[in-house]
């Protein structure tokens, strides 16, 4: 236990398995194929649960009526940057 207290950290002890849930998942779609080999689970985690953030303050705390566009926008483009390379394909 911190000095800060059994509150706090049980904060940080579910935070955590948020993450480890996110990485999880996301390592199953490399095993499936449905994202690249090379990519890491931790990094995909970290950079969703941004996201996530960034909308929920936009969305909620400035009232970005532009927030759910922004969010997916950035969705995408990670789930972009995680796909894997399609195939070489034969020159005959």
């Given at each position: 236990?911190?000095a800060l207290?059994?509150?706090r950290?049980?904060l940080v002890?579910?935070?955590?398995?948020?993450f480890?849930?996110?990485?999880?998942?996301?390592?199953k779609?490399?095993v499936?194929g449905?994202?690249?080999e090379?990519?890491?689970?931790?990094?995909?985690?970290q950079?969703?649960?941004g996201?996530?953030l960034?909308f929920?303050h936009a969305?909620?705390?400035?009232q970005?009526?532009?927030?759910d566009?922004?969010?997916?926008?950035?969705?995408?483009r990670l789930l972009?940057d995680?796909?894997p390379s399609?195939p070489?394909?034969?020159?005959?």
């Open positions: 236990m911190t207290g059994p509150v950290d049980r002890e579910l935070q955590r398995e948020w480890g849930v996110i990485a999880i998942s996301f390592l779609g490399v499936e449905h994202f690249r090379d990519a890491d689970p931790d990094q995909f985690a950079d969703l649960y996201i996530m960034g929920h969305s909620r705390l400035l970005d009526p532009e927030a566009r922004r969010a997916r926008r950035a969705f995408e972009v995680a796909a399609p070489p394909r034969d020159h005959q």
